[in-house]
Each structure stands twice: as C-alpha cells, then as structure tokens.
C-alpha cells in the first residue's frame, strides 16, 4: 500500500476566491487521481493527474476551473478556482499500485473537505 | 450512466449480526475493488476480486463476484460497532485503464 497526506483537511472559504490543496505520497507512484465527493454522493473523477504533462480530464471539469499539477512521481496539487457553494465537497487524491500483471488497487488520501460560503 | 448501483442504501444491525451489502455494475470488468469510508473521511481499501475470481476472503470479510449478473457481495461477518461506515465498491472497467466508477455506497449503521 502507500501512505497519503492532504493539506489542507479541511477549509472554509468565501465565494469567489480559490484553494490549492496538495497531496503527498510516500514513494514515487506513476498514477494520481483526483477525486470528489459532494455531500451524501459517491465519488466522481475529476482528472488524472499526469507527471510532466498535463492532466486528463473528465467530462464535465475543466482545466481552468480545476487546475492540477504534478511536478514528480510523489507530489500533486488540484487547486478549486472561482468557487461557488456548489464546490462543497470532499476532494481526496488517489494513487495506484500495481499488485499484477493486469491488476491495481488504488489508495486514497484522507481527503480535503471544503466548504464555500 | 456507468456507476454502479448498490443496495441497500442504508442498512442498521445489532452487534454480532451478519452485514450484507450488493453491487451491481453494467460493463464488463477487469476488478472490483471495495472501500470503506467513516464520517466523511478518506477511503479505506478493504479487498479486490479480479473478473476470474468467484469469491474472496480477508478476516470477517467475504466477497463474491458474479460476471454473468454483473453484481457482487460484501459480507461482514459478526459486526461490530467500528464496522459503522459508508461502503462502496468501485469497478475497473477494463485491463489497461486505471479509472475507477463508483458505486452509491450503502450507510451501514452497528449498533452496540
């Protein structure tokens, strides 16, 4: 398995203005996600988070509205823009670790939870 | 829509009873994952079952895996109060794809 950290844990922040929340791994990963979780709701994918490129997004987010970096193999960041109360949620990176040939597992940071006011 | 269906949406037990949570999903896949998440934290990963497996254990849990009805089963066995959480399985859809469709979760509710 491997060890996830998310900073912030946990935020309130006001309309309109923006937060980047980063998270850390403790050893090189080829793959990150982001994902979020809006009150009640499962988990939805927001992007993949691409080392030295930039990240592949679903359908319905958006680089400027969710900008992600991904500076190396244990490092990423997803910054949430312009927000609005709709963006209140919890956003939790991920990683995956290959345990097969054609099989991984994915693992979760502990998430960020986000209120906008 | 490809996310999965569980049910139920929410289950309440007594201490020591059997907890049986259902999957259903609709493309084929390569895994099954399950995950655990209490009061809104992050997701703990409880076990995996690749398409050629039928059935999988790991302490009080017993997974199974049907391709043909496109579902699966989570069982805790004699539930505890720490077993209260939101459990979700995810399914990889295809080998040489990493993402991941969640399913709804079921809210399981241990009392004491």
């Known amino acids: 398995s491997a060890v996830i950290s998310q900073k912030p844990s946990r935020d309130i922040c006001q309309r309109g203005t923006s937060l980047t929340i980063q998270c850390q791994v403790d050893?090189?990963?080829?793959?990150m996600f982001w994902y979020r979780q809006q009150p009640g709701q499962s988990l939805t994918l927001i992007a993949t988070a691409n080392q030295g490129s930039e990240a592949t997004y679903e359908s319905g987010f958006v680089i400027d509205k969710f900008p992600i970096s991904r500076p190396n193999l244990t490092f990423s960041t997803l910054t949430v823009s312009n927000m609005s109360p709709e963006d209140s949620s919890i956003y939790l990176c991920s990683v995956e670790v290959q345990r097969g040939y054609s099989y991984n597992e994915q693992f979760f940071g502990p998430g960020t939870r986000l209120t906008v006011l | 829509s490809q996310q999965g269906e569980e049910d139920p949406q929410a289950l309440s037990i007594q201490e020591g009873e059997n907890a049986t949570m259902n999957c259903s999903y609709k493309t084929s896949i390569n895994n099954l994952q399950w995950y655990r998440q209490n009061s809104g934290r992050g997701l703990v990963h409880l076990i995996l079952i690749r398409s050629n497996e039928r059935e999988k254990h790991s302490g009080r849990l017993r997974v199974t895996l049907d391709t043909s009805k496109k579902s699966s089963s989570l069982l805790i066995t004699a539930s505890r109060a720490a077993d209260t959480a939101s459990y979700f399985c995810?399914?990889?859809?295809?080998?040489?794809?990493?993402?991941?469709?969640f399913g709804t979760g079921t809210r399981l509710q241990v009392f004491p």
């Open positions: 050893s090189q990963v080829t793959m």
């Open positions: 995810a399914t990889a859809p295809w080998v040489g794809t990493d993402k991941l469709i």
